[in-house]
């Protein structure tokens, strides 16, 4: 009998990325807002869409969810958020 040994590790390369420049100010800009679905999460995120409104003059919030912590977000929920000029993701517990 023959002993196959597995790599649990994740051997395809990742992508490189350049990330966004950092925005200079928020007013009159739109920003999505990601909920992972962690507890507490959308508390966090219900004061800082308060804040970015009445402090910073955020024109619009976009708010999506995704349906699980555990997993990536679905496609229409990425789709949605890639319409703001920043996305602000919640991780809280």
Do not use: C, W
Request: hydrophobic share 45%; glycine share 6%; no cysteine.
């Amino acid at each position: 009998m023959s002993i196959a040994l597995v790599n649990p590790m994740n051997e395809t390369a990742p992508e490189s990325a350049t990330a966004e420049p950092r925005r200079n100010a928020l007013q009159g800009r739109k920003i999505a807002l990601l909920d992972i679905s962690k507890p507490g999460g959308n508390i966090f995120l219900d004061h800082l869409e308060r804040l970015l409104r009445d402090r910073y003059g955020v024109a619009s919030v976009i708010r999506q969810m995704k349906p699980t912590f555990a997993k990536p977000a679905l496609p229409d929920v990425l789709e949605k958020v890639g319409h703001a000029d920043a996305v602000i993701e919640a991780l809280a517990d």
